[in-house]
């Protein structure tokens, strides 16, 4: 007779029990649920559950340290951390205290229960590690409760306990260096040196010396041996930023380091051995760059161990407003000022901006605003002229809808005789439901909410329209 798995659920919030219970029971999964912590440590003393699926913030005992107490009883007793509060260092604190999974809320329930199954299972938790009790100041630019930057979030915490290479793509202004930073500081190695160098920003003809070091005599003005970063960053981290612009012979030199961890310095004859973790960022399309053969397909491979996609800030519309709150109390405490706000109308334009500079030009904006305002308000007539232009451009090129929906619609009466909503509604509905999807990363219960319906509506639209998603 097959063992009938048995999950627990640990929330305080009763809708949430009620939802997972009903889920999990429809997939065959016997259920205990608690609205407390403190009860599930008592019940563990008498009998062991196949999995357990527990929220953090609850009164008494919290889910992290309901996590530390399974760890010390059943270190293979697998936990997956669901929060409302979803931000990095939660993230990172659930993967490194050995949950199985981290499921920020509101969450789709196919998803949930999928990860339950894969857990119930029995799969293996990662390693426990310490805390590393990381300076916040650091990071404290990574926030996003946007389905993206989850993502993100997830993967610094999966590779919390690795010294992997990383290779961090996406647009300029995106945060590369911010998460280049937190991977080393929840990392092995953030106790020792973390060095970053943007490649573009130094002449060629100098790179390869900042790199790699010079001995004494080996060009014109090297009075001295210079240790370069490859050795400054030592048993550290070393972020190479804009590694796409790196020269091809310094590709060479930098792909024998990161195959050997050896080097020698320019003008040197003895070989330097190093133990560094390379983080490598770009904003180009590499994987181009090597078909064109300006970048070197095994340097390319070697960088591309683990890759991570940051989104650009036009992806993550609802981290916006909480990023400008952020800097504008960041800058006001450097500035010794009571923090400003942004008028209802001012953060509408925020939100409808498209940010090409992405998080580097939304802080740089919040800086502006907050010494021009001469209130303590900040209204739309403090804001930069580029984003009343940007508005303008959108209306210009047919992004204020209605009116180049009109248009469309009178083009398409002019030859059509009847019963136009037949074929136009389910068009629109095609593209809303694609557009939604895309939005949640394809979670069907968040993209259902976005557009207003319930998730079995979605599911019977996506049948009806013969969409492949």
Request: glycine share 6%; aromatic share 6%; charged share 25%.
């Amino acid at each position: 007779m097959n063992h009938q798995q048995e999950v627990w659920i640990v929330d305080d919030d009763h809708a949430i029990r009620w939802v997972l219970e009903r889920a999990l029971a429809q997939a065959g999964i016997k259920t205990q649920s608690f609205d407390v912590a403190d009860k599930v440590i008592v019940k563990l003393r008498t009998t062991v559950p196949d999995a357990v699926i527990t929220d953090i913030r609850m009164p008494g005992a919290d889910g992290l340290q309901l996590l530390e107490h399974v760890n010390q009883l059943y270190p293979d007793l697998p936990v997956i951390i669901m929060t409302a509060y979803a931000d990095l260092d939660r993230a990172v604190a659930a993967f490194q205290g050995g949950a199985f999974e981290y499921l920020p809320k509101p969450f789709d329930v196919d998803d949930a229960v999928a990860i339950v199954r894969r857990a119930a299972k029995n799969a293996p938790p990662p390693t426990v590690v310490d805390d590393p009790r990381a300076d916040t100041r650091t990071v404290s630019a990574i926030i996003g409760s946007a389905p993206a930057m989850q993502e993100v979030f997830r993967a610094i915490g999966r590779l919390s306990n690795s010294n992997m290479t990383v290779l961090l793509t996406g647009a300029s202004g995106t945060g590369k260096e911010l998460v280049a930073h937190a991977l080393h500081r929840h990392s092995p190695r953030k106790d020792k040196p973390f060095i970053a160098i943007n490649t573009a920003a130094i002449p060629s003809e100098l790179l390869e010396s900042e790199l790699f070091g010079h001995e004494k005599g080996a060009f014109t003005g090297a009075a001295a041996q210079r240790f370069g970063h490859f050795e400054q960053a030592n048993t550290g981290t070393l972020f190479l930023d804009e590694i796409g612009d790196m020269p091809a012979a310094l590709q060479t030199r930098l792909l024998r380091v990161l195959a050997d961890g050896e080097f020698f310095r320019v003008g040197g004859h003895q070989t330097v051995k190093v133990d560094v973790r390379v983080i490598a960022a770009t904003h180009q399309d590499l994987d181009k760059r090597v078909k064109e053969g300006s970048f070197r397909e095994d340097l390319y491979h070697r960088l591309n161990v683990i890759r991570l996609q940051l989104p650009a800030l036009r992806e993550r519309i609802e981290d916006i407003d909480e990023l400008a709150k952020h800097f504008l109390q960041i800058i006001a405490r450097e500035l010794g000022i009571e923090p400003k706000r942004l008028r209802p109308a001012a953060a509408a334009l925020f939100a409808a901006y498209s940010w090409p500079g992405n998080v580097r030009q939304l802080e740089n904006v919040c800086r502006r605003a907050t010494i021009m305002a001469p209130a303590q308000e900040i209204d739309v007539e403090d804001l930069p002229p580029e984003l009343l232009v940007d508005q303008d451009d959108k209306l210009s090129t047919g992004e204020n809808w209605e009116a180049s929906l009109t248009k469309w619609a009178e083009r398409y009466v002019l030859t059509h005789d009847e019963a136009v909503l037949e074929e136009t509604v389910p068009r629109f509905e095609r593209v809303m439901i694609q557009v939604a999807l895309t939005r949640t990363g394809g979670r069907r219960q968040d993209a259902a909410r976005l557009l207003g319906w319930g998730r079995n509506t979605l599911t019977r639209k996506i049948k009806e329209l013969e969409m492949d998603v």
